[in-house]
């Protein structure tokens, strides 16, 4: 009977660190644009989307989040505050859903975003062309460095990543390689739902971009129960 009762424990605790491993890697980065307020811009303002890719609202836990950005070549994210868009502890992320975070300075060309941002920041100011940028599970600045392919470093604050254009130095699996341009935004597939943990597959350029926020629709390919495609999400909370 005690052996039985010790799998049942063991089998308990399995599934709910595979129910908190779920929890860490659907949170992810849908869209990505650093055109804002430039003279050929296609809105007034950078702007990064978030995606809630589960069936259940997400909420930011104690010490809060951040999306850190990092230039191309550079050896880090968030190098300094500037490069820094801070996500305060209890901001919740609808299931299903979006959050949008207005970035870096309003600029006085292009339109404003058709939607009011969920979070607006002072940083960071986003390239229009090329770049890096993670959500990481704290607000400690510097970020976390990087070189290459960024899965895999356990343990990890990173949630989610992307790099986009030729020289961008970090990124999940493989470089999203093509430049944007200041009437575009790498934006993931299928909404949001589109994760193989592949920068260079999971993305694609998009003109005229149109942003999210928490009150838009939800996306109606978002399954309730979440496929386990972020493997690199759950192993992190596995081996943390």
Not at 28 to 45: A, C, F, H, L, W
Not at 180 to 191: C, D, K
Request: hydrophobic share 35%; charged share 10%.
């Amino acid at each position: 009977m005690k052996r039985v009762a010790t799998l049942i424990v063991m089998l308990a605790l399995g599934a709910l660190l595979a129910q908190s491993a779920f929890a860490a890697g659907v949170v992810r980065i849908s869209q990505v644009y650093g055109g804002g307020g430039g003279s050929t811009g296609y809105y007034n303002d950078d702007y990064i989307e978030l995606f809630n890719s589960s069936g259940s609202a997400v909420v930011v836990p104690a010490g809060g989040w951040a999306m850190m950005y990092g230039s191309a070549t550079g050896t880090s994210y968030g190098s300094a505050s500037t490069n820094v868009a801070l996500i305060p502890a209890g901001t919740s992320i609808p299931a299903c859903g979006y959050l949008l975070i207005r970035c870096g300075t309003t600029g006085t060309n292009g339109l404003p975003l058709p939607v009011t941002p969920d979070l607006s920041t002072t940083g960071p100011n986003i390239s229009n062309s090329t770049g890096k940028i993670a959500l990481v599970n704290n607000q400690t600045v510097p970020g976390p460095a990087c070189s290459g392919n960024v899965l895999g470093l356990e343990p990890s604050p990173i949630i989610d990543a992307v790099g986009w254009g030729p020289t961008s130095n970090c990124y999940e699996t493989a470089v999203f390689g093509t430049a944007t341009s200041s009437q575009q935004a790498v934006v993931r597939g299928a909404g949001g739902m589109t994760d193989n943990d592949n920068n260079s597959t999971d993305f694609s350029l998009v003109a005229s971009p149109t942003p999210r926020n928490s009150a838009s629709a939800p996306n109606p390919d978002c399954l309730v129960t979440p496929t386990r495609s972020n493997t690199w999400g759950q192993l992190k909370v596995l081996y943390r």
